[in-house]
């Protein structure tokens, strides 16, 4: 295409040096020509050449110097024609060339150059993928010995072949059209390729998770590594590993579709191409949905190594390609001490993996946080664990903060650990995971004892299952409300994914009553098989299970029933009921029911605070498994079910941060004068304080519920969410009027100074919700009117303004600030407006119900990813003090007005530094 380009150019150069030879010899000779005819005008009057003044007779005779003069004057009048028109012509042209219309036209040429430029570099390394490492691994393969199997570079690579072979035939219908420059129309070839990319991509695609393993199994042989980083060395492509090449095709319709919507926002409506690039556009956004709606393992193992990488010394439990990072956060360790009214505590920072759980200490090293591995007792898997509430009678507060992990320690004895949360709604999340991660470990461990394999389930006209995993999980894709509930009733179901998308997003296809019904009945249902149908007393019971234990068939115990009686006796109502013997598979569905139970109170209590028939449904179950005569295991739920409910239903403890939210009497000081005086980063500690005690009160279905209600709604249905959008745009108008009502210049550019000070610490504090705040305010349409005051701000910060406006620009949907946010570590602060952005999108991609009325999970599931993705920052708290004047002053500061008397307000005083300016001017 730079060949291309360059023909273009020198033939465009060519025929415009030939066009300015030609305007130069028309210019020489019409000079001469003008030169001519002036010296003959110049000429005495008698003259007959000059005036061609003549009596009638003589102008019949005509004589010749008539003609040559008649002759000399209409050539001169053609020139003068065309010299207009030629002026006026370039003046068209020019007024064209300097319109909008032609500059668009200029920019849509050089997206388009840009698009073929890219898909050359892609074909590229695609060469570079196939010619040299695959055909280099290939060649090993099938060597003497060798260093990989053809079945492993097979998967590897995949179908890499193939996607060289289409992206060669595409590049080649791009070349054929920019041949015709300038005429660049490449709607059709996309209109033929694009619908096809699914079809290539679904296998390489498909076949990722499986590429990964296998090729971190491969590099962990001593003699692969120098193998292909000797093929490495040969290669020129961009510096890109074979890693990183092999990454590439996954992002590239995120590239096509990134490149497109730039192309399509420089095209007129009038283009032949425009409707063609609406509808690729289109098909190319179902198409990343589709290819991006299963859990990327690229992502999920690159956090798990981010996290071992912060370890110092590393951690080799760390390095199991199934392990998934739950959550992370600091918890109290409480130690033995000798007065029972004084618990001794040390803040530790936990790893919560699906099968570790990792006990380390914070530190700092090169500005950077840091962990260092509690050494004494290591990685605890989480398979060995047991978790139970632990409550300190000794210490009121601290009641319903407590955690008992017991687990197998080093010497294979048991041993425990108490933990104590921050909070109640901390102590419920930790809780919730620490269960559930237990819970699907042994579960996981039963399937491998039994050699069971993974278990495929087939779809059925109620459920379809999708082909993809989520580690032991089958992942479904739709189906009926029944079949959904049903499945919650299964234990080898405990897998994250399922559970979790059925209770954050179950208010999208029903309701909680609903589903509390169903669980209730099946709990009664349950129970009525351990009634007794007539009244015995206990040795009645015996004498009669004596006397027909010839004649009836009693379960036999087997080693999967060990665990259970064969016969059991309720004793409820005097000894009334009649009993029959809970089997494994009874007490496995009461387990279900008393997890989902205890997750939904946990994770998502909003609905049985906020739902008075629904509190008192769980009340009731609660109640109703009070006489019933159950195994130890559900005994032990039912009393954690029990605990946990009487938990949440405690009232929060005032935070005095929030607390300053609330309407105040004014302060009688002068806010914004004494701005000038304090320190950017006090202020910037400040705020990242605020905003994450604002970011951490969020509940897990906040974000949901905040698109699904009505607008007056959503204030009540989530006053989290509000309070932090409503939080945002006062602090911006804050920061807009603490510059606006500064007295004079030299102050406003002070003031403007200290913002950017501030927004450049909250940029280092990864504090991106102030960042995004004072960009908005920095620049601001009113203060960009402040040209003087600007004129003052130092050259270094305006640099460093720039960059702030480079990372907060809106460009590709917050690129870099989306980028920024996932480079950052924790402690931080998203902005939510980008978080929620994608909850948006996703919600109006796709409908609720498919399939006729069959529930869209999948769709559910990548709601509740997206969710789980904003709220993993609750996790990280920041370790600053708390200033209450400084905290005072930006919370509960009356504010002069709103946005547009804001706007009047510096239009005002805009108007009176002008009157002032003419009026000290000299007359």
């Known amino acids: 295409s730079l060949k291309l380009m360059r023909a273009n150019l020198e033939s465009a150069l060519n025929s415009s040096v030939a066009e300015v030879q030609r305007l130069k010899e028309a210019n020489s000779e019409a000079r001469s020509d003008i030169t001519h005819l002036r010296a003959e005008a110049l000429q005495s009057p008698k003259s007959p050449v000059r005036w061609c003044r003549q009596s009638p007779v003589s102008r019949r005779s005509k004589p010749d110097y008539v003609y040559y003069s008649s002759h000399r004057v209409i050539k001169l009048q053609r020139f003068i024609r065309s010299w207009l028109i030629h002026k006026k012509w370039r003046d068209v042209l020019k007024r064209y060339l300097e319109s909008p219309s032609a500059e668009m036209m200029r920019t849509r040429n050089k997206l388009i150059w840009k698009l073929v430029a890219s898909e050359e570099n892609y074909v590229d390394q695609l060469k570079v993928l196939n010619e040299d490492y695959c055909l280099q691994c290939e060649m090993a393969a099938a060597a003497r010995r060798p260093l990989l199997t053809v079945e492993q570079c097979k998967a590897i690579f995949r179908n890499c072949n193939e996607l060289l072979v289409f992206h060669q035939l595409f590049l080649k219908g791009l070349h054929l059209r920019v041949e015709k420059w300038p005429l660049l129309a490449i709607g059709e070839v996309l209109k033929t390729f694009v619908p096809m990319l699914p079809t290539v991509y679904q296998q390489y695609e498909s076949q990722e998770s499986q590429a990964i393993e296998m090729l971190a199994d491969l590099m962990s042989e001593p003699s692969f590594m120098p193998f292909i980083e000797g093929i490495h060395s040969r290669v020129i492509c961009a510096s890109l590993s074979l890693e990183e090449l092999l990454q590439v095709p996954l992002n590239r319709t995120s590239c096509y579709l990134q490149e497109l919507q730039e192309l399509l926002a420089h095209t007129p409506f009038e283009h032949v191409d425009y409707p063609i690039l609406k509808d690729v556009i289109a098909n190319l956004e179902m198409i990343q949905k589709t290819m991006s709606d299963e859990p990327s393992t690229l992502d999920v193992v690159q956090r798990v190594l981010a996290v071992e990488n912060r370890i110092e010394d590393g951690c080799e439990a760390l390095l199991d390609k199934e392990q998934v990072l739950i959550r992370e956060g600091s918890l109290d360790v409480v130690m033995n001490s000798e007065s029972p009214k004084k618990l001794k505590m040390h803040s530790k920072y936990f790893f919560l993996f699906s099968k570790h759980l990792l006990i380390t200490t914070k530190f700092k090293k090169n500005s950077q946080n840091a962990y260092r591995l509690s050494k004494d007792i290591g990685p605890i898997p989480v398979v060995s664990c047991r978790i139970m509430e632990c409550k300190f009678k000794e210490v009121p507060e601290l009641n319903y903060l407590g955690i008992r992990v017991q687990y197998e320690a080093k010497d294979g004895l048991m041993d425990d650990i108490i933990l104590s949360a921050h909070s109640i709604a901390d102590k419920a999340q930790w809780f919730a995971d620490l269960s559930q991660c237990v819970e699907n470990a042994k579960q996981n461990r039963i399937l491998q004892s039994k050699s069971l394999g993974q278990p495929v389930e087939l779809s059925t006209t109620f459920i379809r299952y999708s082909s993809f995993k989520s580690g032991k999980e089958q992942l479904v894709n739709c189906g009926t409300l029944e079949s959904l509930m049903q499945r919650l009733l299964t234990i080898n179901h405990y897998g994250m994914d399922f559970v979790n998308t059925f209770l954050m997003t179950f208010p999208l296809f029903t309701n909680s009553r609903a589903v509390m019904e169903f669980l ?264 960009r009117k402040f040209r003087g005051e600007w004129a003052g701000v130092s050259k270094h910060l305006r640099q460093q303004l720039e960059t702030l406006t480079k990372i907060t620009s809106t460009q590709k949907k917050f690129r870099r600030l989306r980028d920024e946010t996932e480079r950052a570590q924790p402690p931080l602060v998203p902005y939510l407006g980008v978080c929620m952005s994608e909850v948006a999108t996703i919600l109006e991609a796709r409908p609720n119900f498919v399939n006729n009325d069959m529930v869209n999970f999948m769709k559910m599931r990548q709601l509740t990813h997206s969710i789980t993705n904003i709220l993993q920052y609750q996790q990280g708290l920041y370790e600053f003090s708390y200033v209450e004047e400084i905290c005072r002053m930006l919370l509960c500061t009356p504010l002069p007005g709103s946005e547009d008397e804001l706007y009047d307000f510096v239009e005002g005083l805009m108007e009176h530094l002008d009157d002032t300016l003419c009026i000290s001017s000299p007359s």
């Not at 954690?640 to 939210?661: F, H, R, V």
């Open 520 to 783: 209730y009945k099946k709990l009664t249902e349950l129970f009525k098989q351990t009634r007794v149908r007539s009244v015995l007393t206990p040795e009645d019971f015996i004498l009669q299970a004596k006397a027909s234990s010839k004649s009836l068939s009693l379960p036999i115990r087997s080693k999967s029933s060990l665990q259970d009686k064969p016969q059991r006796y309720n004793a409820s109502n005097g000894g009334s009921g009649s009993w029959t013997p809970i089997n494994a598979e009874a007490a496995n569905v009461l387990s279900a029911i008393f997890f989902a139970l205890r997750q939904w109170v946990c994770k998502h209590f909003y609905h049985f605070r906020t739902n008075a028939d629904l509190a008192a449904d769980m009340e009731r179950v609660i109640e109703a498994t009070k006489t019933q005569d159950l195994p130890a295991k559900n005994k032990r739920s039912v009393e954690e079910l029990k605990n946990l409910y009487q938990m949440q239903k405690l009232p929060q403890p005032a935070d005095p941060i929030l607390a300053l939210l609330k309407p105040r009497e004014p302060s009688q000081k002068e806010p914004f004068s004494e701005i000038l005086f304090l320190d950017p980063k006090v202020i910037s500690e400040q705020l990242c304080l605020i905003e994450s005690k604002l970011f951490s009160r969020i509940e897990t279905g906040e974000i949901l519920r905040h698109f699904t209600s009505k607008k007056d709604q959503k204030s009540v249905v989530a006053p989290n969410v509000a309070n932090g959008l409503n939080h945002f745009n006062r602090m911006s108008l804050f920061f807009l009027w603490s510059v606006a009502m500064q007295p004079i210049s030299a102050q406003r550019t002070k003031v403007l100074e200290f913002l950017i000070t501030v927004a450049t610490e909250c940029l280092r504090q990864h504090n991106f919700s102030s960042v995004m705040q004072l960009s908005s305010v920095l620049n601001h349409s009113a203060l």
